[in-house]
């Protein structure tokens, strides 16, 4: 069982930044990679980000590219989303979650955390 907690969402303005943190426990390795993705009410859940554990790969949507950061920090066990210049459409819950392989389908993913809501206002 790997046990994972988001935190940092928030309510912001358009244009502002926020750091997501995803903290994993547990049954963890070193050959696992974690995503982020997002829902909006009405949507399916998309993918946003994904980074292997050695953070050698890396992987955006294409919504989110040049705007949002994955990184990591092995030693925390600890997963970051750094998201710049926000938009009212990125407003969704964000979930991270641990995958055995790397890819962008939710159903890749095994465990996933509890999500952390991110508003952004025009």
């Known amino acids: 069982q790997v046990q994972l907690v988001e935190s940092g969402g928030g309510l912001v303005q358009a244009g502002d930044s926020l750091r997501l943190s995803c903290a994993a426990s547990g049954r963890t390795s070193d050959r696992y990679y974690m995503g982020w993705f997002r829902q909006a009410p009405g949507k399916e859940r998309e993918f946003v980000a994904a980074i292997s554990w050695s953070g050698a790969l890396r992987s955006y949507a294409d919504s989110v590219k040049g705007r949002f950061t994955i990184s990591k920090d092995s030693a925390k066990n600890t997963v970051f989303l750094q998201m710049n210049r926000l938009k009212p459409e990125d407003t969704a819950i964000y979930y991270c979650?641990?995958?055995?392989?790397?890819?962008?389908?939710?159903?890749?993913?095994?465990?996933w955390g509890q999500g952390t809501q991110v508003t952004v206002s025009s």
């Open positions: 979650a641990v995958a055995q392989r790397f890819g962008s389908s939710p159903r890749g993913y095994d465990y």
